[in-house]
């Protein structure tokens, strides 16, 4: 099957993030080349890759915090990725992973797996921000060019949809809030399990695109918490930037699943040059 208007086949989240056990503590992966964005891999896509090797080597199944590290963006292809377990709990296990391309490493990461629980209630959850309620059918589908006419491969795979009132920067016209809402959906419709959810947490445009756009906003460091096992379906997600100074952002992002829990959120630093 393909993207009809792209000619795209859509390729799975698990194919993507799928790994060789090579052993000890050591996997392969490959670096799919339409998961990009100006040829670059997503850094969500590569935590992802680190949280899934993480929890390889764990007696827990999923990743419920992970902290990346950018060094150097690996090209569309072979990674090796290297695990140490450095404390093995009954609650909860940590690990450290790092992706290496050739002699380069790329990424670096410290991830802690649990058990995660779909059906419990929060106990408490007055200090989120509030979630819109635009329906899923409402909101447009981003196409895959930059405002630049850029191709950003990863769209054609994801389905993003942008809210009415997040989608002005499509047409030069941002509102200015530096704030992206709307619904993200894996290729085919796969659920969403807690290392599709590390993607995510950056899975949107920048944010900063809601105040002027840059271009390429590289970032430097992520940290993604995953908080609950999702319902069946796509999530809605609120993209936030904070601050710019220095030549950098910091951007807030928050997804709740399609019963209005919130089931993961993500903090991250980027480069970024406006003006």
């Known amino acids: ?10 390729v799975s989240f698990a194919e993507v993030s799928a790994l060789v056990d090579r052993g000890p503590d050591r996997f392969e992966a490959e670096v799919h080349p339409e998961w990009t964005i100006g040829g670059k891999p997503n850094g969500g896509y590569l ?36 695990v140490e377990l450095l404390r093995a709990g009954r609650a909860a296990s940590q690990a450290r992973a790092r992706m290496i391309q050739g002699d380069k490493a790329c990424a670096e990461a410290l991830v802690t797996t649990s058990q ?13 921000p509030e979630m819109s309620n635009v329906a899923y059918d409402d909101c447009a589908r981003l196409v895959p060019h930059l ?15 942008l809210e009415p009132g997040s989608s002005g920067f499509t047409a030069g016209q941002p509102s200015g809030r530096g704030e992206l809402r709307g619904w993200l959906a894996l290729p085919e419709n796969e659920k969403f399990d807690p290392n ?22 590289p970032t430097l460091e992520l940290t993604v918490y995953v908080r609950a096992l999702p319902a069946p379906g796509p999530v809605r997600v609120l993209q936030r930037a904070h601050l710019i100074d220095a ?26 040059r406006l003006g």
């Open 1 to 10: 099957m393909t993207d009809q208007a792209s000619g795209v086949r859509p």
């Open 196 to 217: 599709a959810l590390v993607f995510a947490a950056d899975a949107f445009p920048p944010a900063t695109f809601d105040i002027e756009f840059s271009g390429w906003v």
């Open 47 to 82: 935590l992802a890759m680190l949280g899934r090797a993480a929890g390889s080597v764990s007696a827990h199944d999923h990743v419920i915090a992970a902290s990346g590290h950018y060094l150097h963006a690996p090209d569309p292809g072979r990674v090796v990725i290297e």
């Open 247 to 272: 030549r950098r952002v910091d951007e807030s992002c928050f997804i709740w699943d399609v019963t209005g829990r919130l089931v993961a959120q993500g903090t991250q630093l980027a480069g970024i």
């Open 147 to 161: 405002p630049n006419g850029n191709r950003v491969a990863i769209m054609e795979q994801i389905e993003v949809r």
């Open 116 to 128: 995660l629980d779909g059906g419990m209630a929060p106990y408490w959850d007055q200090g989120l």
